[in-house]
Nanobody, 126 residues
């Protein structure tokens, strides 16, 4: 898994938008639950959103509902996290993880994914 914030990086002003990408290789994102996680300084890693594209199921933590959207593009084997109306409290290192679909969403809730991508920094300035 390769996580990225795009060519412009992960620095944005409050109220702005950013899209993160999670590109998979060696397996199909359709066969896995792909989750987005974040970890702010001094805090534990939290699951932000996840998607099971083959079952058309998505989940969002309350703090991002209505602002973040997780989507999947099978053609390029990539899952995206579109983040809008960003707030300074969204500042964190964001990473993606994959869990085989048979494990269910519990793997996301327990932060127990089968593989992880290297995190990318997202900084929201006020």
């Amino acid at each position: 898994l390769r996580c990225s914030a795009g060519v412009w990086g992960g620095l944005v002003q409050a109220g702005g938008s950013l899209r993160l990408s999670c590109a998979a290789s060696g397996f199909s994102v359709d066969d896995y639950i792909i989750g987005w996680f974040r970890q702010a300084p001094g805090k534990e890693r939290e699951g932000v959103a996840c998607i099971s594209s083959s079952t058309d199921v998505t989940y969002y933590v309350d703090s991002v509902k209505g602002r973040f959207t997780v989507s999947s593009d099978s053609a390029v084997n990539t899952v995206y996290l579109s983040m809008n109306i960003l707030k300074p409290e969204d500042t964190a290192v964001y990473s993606c993880g994959a869990a085989y679909i048979d494990r269910g969403l519990v793997s996301f809730f327990l932060n127990d994914m089968d593989s992880w991508g290297k995190g990318t920094q997202v900084t929201v300035s006020s």
